[in-house]
Structures are given as C-alpha cells and as structure tokens.
C-alpha cells in the first residue's frame, strides 16, 4: 500500500442558518477535501475545516502545508508500516492541526479499508450507533428560545447553548428563555468559548445553580491558555466544567489532567491532528477517570463521519457533538455515518463508508 498520490480541493457550502459564538459567526462551510490514492487503487478521503479563531488554520494554510509539506514527505511511504507514517505527518511541520487531521483522516479510511473493516471496528468497535446534541447560536433570548424549541420539536433531547458573546446577565436570560421553551426533561450544555473572565464565570455559575436551571455541563468558561483560571472554576462550583480550547495536543491534556482544571475533555480531530493523536488524549483521560466528549468545528458529513467513527470505538467517549452536517443546506455525500433525527448509524462498509464524494466534483 504505496502512498502515489495526494490531492486536495476547497469546497464551500452554505449552512441554513447563520452560526454564532462568542468567537465568530459563520454563514457558509469552507474547507479543504483531501483524496489520497494508493498503488493498489484504493483511495482514502479526509477533510479540514478552516477555523482560524481556535485553530488558526485558514484555507490558504491548509492547502499550502498539505501540499507543499506533509505530500513530499509522505509519497512512496507504505501505509502497512502505519505508525511510522503517522510519525512523519505529525513530525512533518509544528501546529497545522487541520491539515495534518485532513490527512490522517484519509490515512485512517485507507488504513481501515485495507483491513476489511469500518474504521470504528477497527479503532476498537465499543457501540455502532450514537445521539447528537444540536447547537442553538448566539441570539436574543426570544430567538434562542423559539429555535430550541424548534430542535426539541425535532427529536433533540441534549442542547448545546452557546454563550459569553455579551453580557453574562444576558446570557442567564437566553437559558432563562431556553429553559422555559423546552421544558426540564431536555439536557442543556452551555459553551462560552472563552467569553468569560474567571470571577464572572464562578459568580454567574453559581448564580445559575441557585435559580435551578439544571445545566448537565460547561464548556471552555475562560481563555484557553489560563488553566489556573479554569481550575479555580472548576473548583468553586457543582456544575461540572469541560476544557475545549484549552485542549489541542496530548501534552496540553496531560497539563490538564494533572492539575484536575476540569471535568471532562473535547476532542475535536482539527484541534488534535487527527484520530492518531485524538486516541492519545482519550487514553489518557480514561486513566485519569476523566470522561471525554467529541465534536466538530461546521464541518461536511465526509471528517465528521471520521470523528464519530472515533468517538463510537471507545467506551471513555460518551457525549458527542455532531451537529455540523444538519446545518448546511446541501451535503454532497454519498455514505458515511446516517443521520435520523438525533441518532446517528455508524456504516458497516469498510474504511469511512464514503461511497462517493459529490463536493469533489462540484456537485450538490
């Protein structure tokens, strides 16, 4: 399994509904899809979502690292000595963790197809089948409250808030109105993205559990490099905290695991390089009785199929966040992971299950 060829396109899809965080609104998904072929015929297929406001990886800079780095340095190695192929990615350049996820996901599917088996057998097979949260973005709380519900209507029972763009008292109010809207069955998760200052954070955590608007978790309350911030966070109140951004390499887990700064871990591929180093930061956690979730940057069906692949191999995952796909307003994929409402069906087909990649050729 000689690697030939390594090939890549930019695609761009609309998403129904603009997205907004703390960090960023988005209206359309721009990534990068990669196409690696192997002497045997096989071809593996992977993607990178630019998100240069947690990654800092831009379409030009994905393109230019796959292209003009990891490919020279990968070409005519053989895929069935895999570990010393995942060692030259990673070593390949410093940071550049979409791209370098872009092709490690391409690497996994023909690593997978290569062993007659779906890549989450492969990885370790612990569930076929997992639920999505759905995101509500950064809005009025009227609004906020009248798309949660529409969600709910749906057939999502875990929602993912996203907060700290404003005001935090504002932020209150929108879960206030989420709460009222879909009732207290419903999980809610609150995401601030880095948008709050520690002493507010505690103040208004706290404030939120005395008013019992039941939050299951938080998400990167503080700035990504302050893990004294979220420590002290974490240890001031009940809710349980979740490091995100916080959270790119194996080294930075194990920064966070050590000095018990938060609850739980997101692993995201484009934030870890992939599923080689994803797997890394999972193990770790499990030793550390720390359970972790996956997500996704908007993303296309093609790289979140490879991360649900991952994130339904192993039993220390158990939330997911796989949202991205439902966004946009066309997919252009041919197999992978099926959706039906908030479950989602890992594909039997050997490899990512990809069938056929339409945004390759410009199709919808």
């Known amino acids: 399994m000689i690697i030939q060829a390594i090939e890549v396109k930019r695609i761009s899809v609309p998403l129904k509904k603009p997205f907004k965080t703390a960090l960023r609104t988005v209206e359309s998904l721009e990534s990068v899809l990669v196409k690696i072929t192997c002497d045997n015929g096989m071809v593996g297929w992977g993607e990178a979502s630019a998100t240069v406001v947690i990654t800092g990886d831009s379409i030009e800079s994905i393109e230019s690292a796959i292209l003009n780095t990891m490919r020279p340095q990968l070409i005519g190695l053989n895929l069935l000595s895999y570990e010393q192929v995942f060692h030259t990615l990673h070593q390949s350049m410093v940071g550049n963790s979409s791209a370098k996820a872009a092709v490690d996901i391409a690497l996994y599917d023909l690593i997978s197809q290569r062993a007659g088996m779906p890549l989450y057998q492969f990885l370790g097979g612990y569930r076929n089948e997992l639920e999505t949260d759905y995101t509500v973005s950064v809005n009025s709380p009227k609004e906020m409250g009248e798309d949660a519900a529409a969600y709910l209507k749906d057939g ?130 499990e030793e550390h009785g720390i359970p972790c979730m996956v997500g996704s940057m908007i993303e296309s069906r093609l790289s979140v199929s490879a991360a649900a692949h991952f994130a339904a191999s192993k039993k220390n995952i158990t939330r997911y966040d796989f949202d991205a796909p439902l966004m946009l307003l066309h997919d252009g994929i041919v197999g992978g992971v099926e959706y039906e409402g908030r479950r989602m069906t890992m594909p039997e087909a050997p490899g990512l299950g990809i069938q056929a990649v339409k945004l390759w050729e410009g199709e919808k």
């Open 156 to 285: 999502f029972n875990v929602l993912k808030i996203k907060v700290g763009k404003d005001d935090i008292e504002e932020d209150i109010l929108r879960i206030q109105e989420i709460r009222k809207s879909v009732g207290k069955e419903v999980k809610i998760r609150l995401d601030a993205n880095q948008g709050w200052n520690v002493k507010e954070a505690v103040r208004s955590i706290r404030k939120m559990e005395d008013m019992g608007l039941d939050i299951e978790l938080i998400e990167q309350p503080v700035k990504a490099h302050d893990l004294e911030g979220l420590k002290v966070v974490t240890d001031s109140v009940d809710t349980p905290i979740m490091a995100d951004e916080s959270v790119f390499s194996p080294a930075q887990a194990l920064q966070v695991l050590r000095s018990h700064a938060a609850d739980l871990i997101n692993i995201k591929l484009m934030k870890a390089g992939g599923i080689f180093k994803a797997q890394l930061i999972n193990q770790m956690a």
